[in-house]
C-alpha cells in the first residue's frame, strides 16, 4: 500500500491512499485541516461506520492503524464544519486533488520543480548527523527522509516502513511501543514521569539533550533523548511537532525488565 501525501499552505498536510480506484483520506488529517479539535469524536459525529476504514500505516512511531475515510465520509465532515474555509477545502479536494490522482495515480500540479541538489544533500547531512546524534529509531529516520522527498518533490523510492527493535533483537521484526505514561499505568506503578525519567537517566538509559529556541527565556529547549544503553528497551521516536527533537517510546515487551532494572519491579522467572 502506497501512502499519498500532499500540502497545502491553507489546510496543511493530507495523506490518502488510493485503493484501485478509491480514494480515502487520512481521517485526522482532514478533520485538522477543517478546524476539528477531537477528530475522533468528530468522525464519530458526523460520518457513517460504512464510510470509515482502518488501515496499517507507516509512520515516525512505526506502522499503526489508522482511520481513512471514503469521498462521503470527507464531506460529511465537510458539511459539519464550522471553519469558513470548508468550502475551499472540498472544492480544493474535488476540483484539484481527486482530478489530478485519477488522471496520474499521484498527486501533481503543473511542471515538476527543479529540484535544488545542493539543498537536499544539505538537509541530508543534517539528517544523518541528527539521527546519529539523537539515537533516532529507523521508523523516525525515514520520516525524516520522507519530508525531505515530499518537499523537494524527489521520486517516490523510499520504503514504505522500517523495523524497529530492540538494539539486540535478531528476528528482523518490528514490536509495538508505548510512551512511559502509558507503561507505567499498564504495569501499575504509581510514579510520574518526570520522576521516572530521572531514575532513567540516574541508569544512564536516557539522557536531557538541549536545542535553540526563541520561545524559551534561555534560548534553550530542553528534551529526553534514549541513550545507546537504553536502546536495548526503546527507541526514540521524533517529535512530529518539530523533527529536531525526539520523544523516548519503550518497546511493551521489555518494559517489565525496564522496571526490573531501575528497581521498580521483578522480571517474571
Not at 529516520?141 to 524497529?164: C, E, F, V, W
Request: glycine letters at 8%; proline letters at 5%; charged letters at 20%.
Amino acid at each position: 500500500m502506497q501512502v499519498m501525501s500532499f500540502d497545502s499552505m491553507e489546510f496543511g498536510k493530507v495523506r490518502l491512499i488510493d485503493e484501485a480506484g478509491r480514494v480515502l483520506f487520512c481521517a485526522v488529517d482532514v478533520c485538522k485541516a477543517l478546524g476539528y479539535s477531537n477528530p475522533r469524536d468528530a468522525v464519530k459525529r458526523h460520518v457513517d461506520e460504512g464510510d470509515v476504514v482502518k488501515r496499517d500505516t507507516p509512520t515516525t512511531s512505526g506502522m499503526q492503524e489508522v482511520s481513512f475515510l471514503c469521498e462521503s465520509g470527507v464531506y460529511a465532515l465537510i458539511f459539519g464544519s464550522k471553519l469558513p474555509a470548508a468550502k475551499g477545502f472540498k472544492q480544493w479536494v474535488t476540483g484539484e486533488v481527486l482530478p489530478s490522482i485519477r488522471k496520474t495515480g499521484q498527486y501533481a500540479i503543473g511542471h515538476a520543480p527543479t529540484i535544488n541538489v545542493e539543498a537536499v544533500q544539505v538537509e541530508l547531512l543534517f539528517v544523518e548527523t541528527a539521527a546519529r546524534m539523537l539515537n533516532v529509531s529507523n521508523s523516525g529516520k525515514l520520516g525524516m527522509l520522507q519530508t525531505i522527498q515530499r518537499q523537494h518533490g524527489l521520486p517516490n523510492l523510499l520504503p514504505s516502513y522500517a523495523i524497529d527493535a530492540p538494539s539486540d533483537a535478531t528476528d528482523g521484526s518490528s514490536r509495538p511501543t508505548f510512551s512511559a505514561t502509558e507503561g507505567l499505568k499498564q504495569h501499575g506503578v504509581s510514579m510520574g514521569v518526570r520522576y521516572f525519567n530521572a531514575l532513567l537517566e540516574s541508569n544512564g538509559l536516557l539522557t536531557k539533550m538541549r536545542r535553540p529556541s526563541t520561545k524559551s527565556p534561555d534560548k534553550q529547549k530542553e528534551f529526553w533523548a534514549i541513550t545507546p544503553k537504553g536502546l536495548l528497551y526503546g527507541k526514540n521516536i521524533v517529535d512530529p511537532r518539530c523533527q529536531r527533537e525526539t520523544q523516548p517510546h519503550w518497546y511493551q515487551s521489555r518494559f517489565a525488565e525496564l522496571l526490573a532494572k531501575v528497581g521498580l519491579g521483578k522480571v517474571a522467572a
